[in-house]
């Protein structure tokens, strides 16, 4: 098993095959994109990685994969359907098509061909049923009361049955499973140094969402290291595998300087799910 909260600076189907089996808590990647963006040249066996996943993931972990497709001659790639088809196709379960909403996504030039792509998928993962979930909750602004003919559900053959709903008690509910995040947001000194550096609020939703204070996260992708700083800042251990050297100590020199200010960091982002 390979030391913890570290950075390698290899492949990560050789790293994957470092890892014990069943030694993982949650996976949360954000692979290269088709070629959306230039990552020193890399590229990567999908396949491989996935299986090599699967086998170090404990039983009820997660793996959250952030994806999105390329667009030529008004044709999308798919890939990211045919990936997440494979994940099933191994053995995970898939529990939930999430999207990351950019609530400022670059617009489309005019007169354009289609509405401006303003999402990406974050599909969830599960090997065997699924242990932990945390939700960020929020607050609850409307409430539902039993009416006259009660709300309706409907069954397979179409035939509505009634349900009544009554005024709830609760102050706060697990929200829907759209996040809205801006891109583009300078989030350090640090961030601009990456061709497509992932955000640090992002991570930490699902770091708080999938795993638990202690629970080991392994990003295979890590880039600009924010898997690991939202990890760190929420006391979970981490393991990432980047093959660019320049990367490895971009990530390095981001995280030290997260250690460096960890106390100032968990309270700026704590309060933004508290």
Known sequence: ???????????????????????????????????????????????DLCKDLYRVLKPGGRVVWIINDSTRNFDESGT?????????????????????????????????????????????FSKEKPKVFNPILVPVTTFRHQSENGWCNRKKDGVYIKRYSFLS???KKIPQNVFDISIGIVEDSFHTRHPAAFSIKLAMLHVLTWSNSGDLILDPFIGSGSTAIASLLMDRNYIGFELSSEYCNLAEERISYYKENKQKFYEKYISMYS
């Open 1 to 47: 098993m390979l030391e913890i909260n570290k950075i390698y600076n290899m492949d990560n189907i050789i790293g994957c095959k470092l890892l014990d089996n069943d030694s993982i808590d949650l996976v949360i990647t954000s692979p290269p994109y088709d070629d959306l963006r230039c990552y020193k040249g890399y590229s990567f066996e999908f396949e």
């Open 80 to 124: 990211s359907f045919k990936q997440a088809l494979y994940f099933k196709q191994i053995g995970f379960k898939l529990n939930d098509t999430m999207i990351w909403r950019k609530t400022n996504p670059v617009p489309m030039g005019f007169p354009a061909k289609r509405y401006t792509p303003s999402f990406e998928y974050m599909f969830v």
């Open 169 to 171: 008690s609760n102050t």
